[in-house]
């Protein structure tokens, strides 16, 4: 089977791990990752979404923060800060800076993101293709109030300075318009037998996948099943703060308002099926009307049995829609 995941970091490099764990050696998965996360510090491109599914899949990830490198230290950090350096704030630690700097050279070079991309995972024994979403330049701004009006900040500004606690009035993909899909990325979604939406933030991660023309006119028109689970389990994100950026925009927060929010592809939306917790059974109805499969499982990835069972149910779900006639 070829599974295709659009992903961003921590709730997508999970939801990986276990579908790893459920598929056999003859399987293939492809990890297209969020890019619009990324932000150049210090003269260095950083990408998060990339590197935290590299780092997990490839056991190099720290274990409690679930970001960053294992072992780490942060002396880098700690000299940028005796010279009055900015932003403090943003997590470099001293191993994970060597990724940095080896992308930076690269991309440097004339390399692309999807090249340089490829070189550091060579290290990494990920089990998966990962590739970007784009190797042109996408960044997630967020509008919000500031002391003299309309604010427009990076989204790691807002997500980490801020822990996205000021009300969000726009959330802008800065060159998503004419960003044109990472190569593979359209073939990858076009030859799967099962494309994933994982429980990434609908937001600011698979939305931004998203939001670049070409990939959300693959996942239209592919022929294969495209099945989601939600990252929001009764009336909250389960971890991270997703539930901000949403009420921001309007979507209320729950299982059944993501899975609408993305849409059926029916109508012009991206989903054929969406899997909700026990807890949200009572969301079933309301998504099969709108034209969304749905069944309710648990969804919580609390370790690594509850989370292979997770893949495990996408994997059936997608199995009893199959292919639909779009
Ligand atoms: P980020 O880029 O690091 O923020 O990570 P993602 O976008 O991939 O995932 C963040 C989302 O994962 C959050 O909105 C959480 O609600 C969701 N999440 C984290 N842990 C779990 C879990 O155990 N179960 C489910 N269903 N969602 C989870
Ligand atoms: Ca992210």
Redesign the pocket.
Known sequence: MRITVL????????FIEGLKAALGPDDEITVIA?TA?DIWLFGLRIC??LD?VMYTLGNGIDPERR?GRTDESWQVKEELAAYGAEPTWFGLGDRDLATHIIRTQMLHEGKTLSQATARLTQRWDTGVTLLPMSDDFVETHIAIDGDSGREVIHFQEYWIRLRASVPVREVIAQGAETAAPAPGVVEAILGADVVIL????PI???GTILSVRGIRDAVLATKAPVVG?????GAG????M?DQLLQGLGIEISAASVGLHYGSRRDGGVLDAWLV?TADAGAVATLEAAGVAAEAVP????DAVTTRQ?AVDTLSLARRIGAPAH
Do not use: F, H, K
């Not at 992903?7 to 999970?14: E, K, L, M």
């Not at 689970?229 to 389990?233: A, K, L």
């Not at 994100?237 to 991270?240: H, L, Q």
């Open positions: 992903s961003g970091g921590i709730g997508g490099a999970r969020n996360d998060p979404d935290t970001w994982p429980p990434s933030n600011v991660s698979v689970v939600s990252p929001i389990i994100a389960v971890r991270g997703a917790d969804l919580y990835m609390n997770l």
